[in-house]
């Protein structure tokens, strides 16, 4: 390259004459196509500079961040989404299940559960599934008529998070360390998840969101039980979870119900500077000007 540049600049400073010299008129295609070149290179050096290119390098992972907090005296357990303005919560510790106005952010109503240890909760048309751990049992609970109207029983032990989408049920199992999906209609298991520690379960957009033993939020695949994303959940212990809009809400077993919502993490911009590999293509496209220049001029290489 160190030959080539003192050759080039002197046949690019006769190119720019107002009478070209004879002597150089036979290299009138290696200046042309040297200048596009050399202008196509800088081009690309201007935009690594001016960062086109720039690379975000992560700092912190998506994160929830906090937007509205409640505390009860007695820690919630299951939760569940009625609609964008009420919330059921239920509270093993007193037997009770509870309406939640996020309106004027108060309980409005209160009753004693119908089972003996409400755990999960899921809405569905006017009623509340409540998976009692006592009994290992899924009842369906009425809000017209205050009473059990159906029961799921299975094969399953401590049954802590629940959720409905359409004709399925997603249910936890702490003992075993599982979810089940289940056929509403048929009252079947479909399909059994290995995963441990799951005290919440809520289903959005076609995927499953869990509250873990670990104090994490987990997107994950309910074909397989891939975990997509992991979130750090504020508080003592997560219990029950559901999503209304962008919000996520969490019982926490500390006693709060936490509005909590995804925001992306921070970043830091790495300005890349062009890589070697360009220079190389630089070398290689100007290596046949080179050996055409060498070849007009009569020079030879041995």
């Known amino acids: 390259m160190g030959i080539l540049l003192p050759v080039i600049l002197s046949l690019v400073d006769s190119a720019h004459g107002e009478h070209m010299n004879s002597k150089y ?9 040297s200048i596009l070149i050399l202008t196509i290179f800088g081009l690309i050096c201007l935009s690594f ?13 998506e994160i929830l961040e906090e937007k509205r907090s409640f505390f009860f005296e007695h820690g919630p357990h299951g ?15 007193n037997g009770t299940i509870s309406r939640f106005n996020l309106r004027s952010e108060e309980i409005d109503l209160s009753m004693k ?30 809000l017209l008529n205050h009473t059990l109207i159906d029961a799921i029983k299975g094969n399953w032990t401590y049954p ?3 959720t409905i989408s359409g004709e399925k049920l997603w249910l936890s199992s702490l003992d075993q360390m599982k979810i089940f999906e289940i056929n509403l209609s048929s009252k079947r298991v479909i399909r059994t998840i290995r995963f441990s520690g799951v005290f919440g379960l809520d289903f959005k957009e076609g995927f ?43 019982g926490d077993k500390g006693g ?10 921070r970043y830091e911009l790495i300005y890349t500077k062009p890589p070697s590999w360009l220079y190389v293509l630089l070398f290689i496209a100007f290596l046949p000007i080179f050996l055409s220049l060498m070849r007009k001029a009569g020079t030879k290489f041995f």
């Open 160 to 162: 802590s998070g629940i």
């Open 79 to 93: 939760i569940t989404r009625e609609s964008d303005e009420y919330i059921w919560i239920s509270f093993p510790s």
């Open 49 to 61: 500079y001016l960062g086109l290119f720039v690379v975000k390098r992560p700092i912190s992972r």
């Open 208 to 250: 499953l969101w869990v509250a873990t033993s670990d104090m994490r939020i987990k997107k994950i695949d309910p074909t397989n039980g891939k975990v997509l994303e992991t979130f750090y959940s504020p508080g003592r212990l997560p219990t029950g979870i559901c999503w209304i809009g962008d919000s996520l809400w969490v």
């Open 113 to 142: 559960s119908p089972v003996e240890s409400p755990w999960g909760l899921a809405y569905s048309e006017g009623n509340l599934w409540i998976a009692d751990v006592s009994t290992g049992n899924l009842y369906c609970f009425s």
């Open 256 to 265: 709060s119900l936490k509005e909590l919502q995804v925001i992306e993490g």
């Open 25 to 33: 008129s036979k290299y009138s295609a290696e200046i042309k196509a």
